[in-house]
């Protein structure tokens, strides 16, 4: 969809969500401006509260305070939080599904990811996949213990999905539940195995939206229903996404 810029806040926020609501958890807005973060933020806002809410790193500082940059540094090995974990959003590698904010209490409920500077040929796609889409696909056993609140974070432990199954909400880093894991707080058999097979599950061909994005188009992800997932870089890789979270309020601006 073209940019909304002469759509007032509530016309975008209408918009925005009607297409989300029609997409598969994402929709990209194309021909918003890359110079500064104006645009961005002004786009972000249509949808609720700008958040910077865990998304401060050592040595790699947010732009306007709220603007992360997503982009390869010190020639795409990355760089390493305070518990010395590789931000793999800093790398050229593989970055597997997951959902954004996963240790957070409330994640964020929009994820916003502008192009700046894509990367060269067919190198770092996008990938969005619906949990709506994933699910059926499941057996239902393993389904049933991605609803149990097993799986350890920051806070404690969460359950991967939650809300009704023809809509379910995800919260999801195998990663993190597999380190978490390793580190003592231990995930039973059969629940680390539900937790496999939904990691394998959208990390294949059969679900996955994908998508190259070019300069000035933004992708806006619905955070609550969708991962997404990124292929590896090109070497030397200068590509520029800026990312902002948001969190929901209604039009009245109240938090919701």
Same mark, same amino acid.
């Given at each position: 969809m073209e940019c909304l810029t002469g759509a007032s806040p509530r016309d975008r926020s209408r918009i925005l969500r009607e297409e989300l609501d029609r997409q598969p958890g994402c929709v990209v807005v194309e021909g918003v401006p890359v110079d500064g973060n104006e645009a961005l933020l002004s786009l972000a806002k249509s949808l609720g509260s700008v958040t910077a809410r865990g998304t401060t790193i050592p040595g790699h500082p947010l732009e306007d305070g709220r603007v992360y940059r997503v982009e390869p540094v010190n020639a795409g090995q990355g760089v390493r939080d305070e518990d010395d974990l590789l931000i793999f959003s800093t790398t050229g590698q593989v970055f597997e599904g997951h959902t954004d904010g996963y240790? $957070?209490?409330? +994640?964020?409920?929009?994820? @916003? *990811? @502008?192009?700046? #500077? +894509? &990367?060269?040929? *067919?190198?770092? =796609?996008?990938?969005?996949? &619906? /949990?709506?889409? /994933? *699910? +059926? #696909?499941? %057996? +239902? =056993?393993? /389904? /049933?213990l991605l609803y149990d609140e097993d799986y350890p974070c920051a806070f404690g432990r969460t359950s991967i999905l939650s809300g009704p199954r023809a809509r379910p909400r995800v919260r999801f880093n195998f990663k993190e539940i597999q380190r978490f894991h390793a580190a003592g707080h231990v995930v039973d058999d059969a629940h680390l195995r539900a937790a496999r097979a939904l990691h394998e599950l959208v990390s294949g061909p059969a679900l996955a939206w994908r998508h190259l994005l070019q300069a000035g188009e933004c992708l806006v992800? %619905? $955070?609550? #229903?969708? @991962?997404?997932? #990124?292929?590896?870089l090109s070497p030397q890789s200068t590509r520029l996404l800026k990312r902002v979270w948001v969190d929901p309020v209604d039009m009245e601006g109240s938090s919701t």
């Open positions: 240790h $957070n209490v409330e +994640p964020p409920a929009y994820v @916003l *990811l @502008l192009c700046v #500077r +894509p &990367d060269h040929g *067919l190198f770092g =796609r996008t990938s969005v996949i &619906d /949990a709506a889409e /994933a *699910l +059926p #696909r499941l %057996d +239902p =056993r393993t /389904a /049933a992800i %619905d $955070n609550s #229903r969708a @991962l997404h997932a #990124r292929e590896s």
